[in-house]
């Protein structure tokens, strides 16, 4: 069996940290450029993730069936593959109702901040309003835009927070990989 050091497995898996902070910064740009497919991507996992859930919840019913709420276990199973099934079968609809709430929930959100930076005399909640502010121009811009911004919303934003995860997640492995190398 080969003896491998702690500095050695620390470089490999940085080595994958690396591969995956490029990824994740390409994957980003990509649907920073190409907004539509980022926001279709998107809108297909979440659909998929409700056709998952419907299965286990059916999978759960059949253990459970001595149980008690079989049926009602068994009919939120079918409500949510019924959903996700609609919704990959209908992906324009769907981004542009995604749009929409994203908008209302970033609208809810700002008035919050707004709200809270007022109600609290704490150091840096002159931070918290210009977020509120900055949040509710974004809800407004979107939907103003509403619904041709869904061409492009769900795709931007989710590209900006790859590119800038990727970047963070580079610099960390980089900076880990300079002590490693000083202490190798």
């Given at each position: 069996m080969k003896n491998i050091t702690l500095a050695e497995d620390l470089k490999h898996l940085l080595g994958w940290s690396?591969?995956?902070?490029?990824?994740m910064i390409l994957a980003?740009?990509?649907a920073i450029f190409v907004p539509l497919i980022g926001g279709i991507a998107v809108y297909g996992?979440?659909?998929?993730?409700i056709i998952f859930s419907g299965a286990a919840h059916l999978l759960f019913a059949w253990h459970a069936r001595h149980d008690g709420g079989f049926l009602w276990e068994m009919l939120v199973g079918i409500l949510y593959i019924f959903v996700g099934v609609i919704m990959l079968t209908h992906p324009a609809a769907g981004l542009a109702s995604m749009t929409l709430f994203l908008?209302?929930?970033?609208?809810?959100?700002?008035?919050?901040e707004v709200i809270s930076s007022f109600s609290h005399s704490i150091s840096g909640q002159g931070w918290l309003l210009l977020d509120g502010i900055i949040?509710?121009?974004l809800a407004i811009?979107?939907?103003?835009?509403?619904?041709?911004?869904?061409?492009?919303v769900i795709g931007t934003l989710v590209g900006i927070s790859l590119v800038f995860s990727g970047i963070t997640r580079l610099l960390l492995s980089m900076s880990v990989h300079s002590v490693?190398?000083?202490?190798a």
């Open positions: 690396t591969a995956l902070s490029v990824l980003g740009l990509l996992l979440v659909s998929w993730l908008a209302l929930y970033l609208f809810g959100k700002g008035v919050l949040t509710l121009i811009m979107i939907w103003r835009a509403w619904p041709s911004s869904s061409e492009w490693i190398t000083k202490v």
